[in-house]
């Protein structure tokens, strides 16, 4: 079992910085990779960056590549998301989620989610 807590989130003017961060309870927090979803008012949740377990390995929606940047450090059993330029589009909860070892950007392949930090951005 896996419990994910996210941090980290609050309100930011457009074109300003965030990092969000995600603390995993359990041993084992090494042997799963780890993604970042969001949901916007009104629309369903959706990818955004996801990592691998050793950290090697990254992949990110369209529409936050170059903005956002995914890290881990298996020490602390955390994850985080650097977002910068944010752009009120990007206002949403921000969910962290685990699976086994390999990455994936379906939502249905992740088996713990934590439950959610509200980022909102000010145009």
């Known amino acids: 079992q896996v419990q994910l807590v996210e941090s980290g989130g609050g309100l930011v003017q457009a074109g300003g910085s965030l990092r969000l961060s995600c603390v995993a309870s359990?041993?084992?927090?090494?042997?799963?990779?780890m993604g970042w979803f969001r949901q916007a008012p009104g629309k369903e949740r959706e990818f955004v960056a996801t990592i691998s377990w050793s950290g090697d390995n990254t992949y990110y929606a369209d529409s936050v590549k170059g903005r956002f940047t995914i890290s881990r450090d298996n020490a602390k059993n955390t994850v985080y998301l650097q977002m910068s330029s944010l752009k009120p589009e990007d206002t949403a909860v921000y969910y962290c989620?685990?699976?086994?070892?390999?990455?994936?950007?379906?939502?249905?392949?992740?088996?713990?989610w934590g439950q959610g930090t509200q980022v909102t951005v000010s145009s």
């Open positions: 989620a685990a699976r086994p070892i390999f990455i994936t950007t379906l939502q249905s392949d992740y088996n713990y």
């Open positions: 359990g041993r084992t927090f090494s042997s799963y990779a």
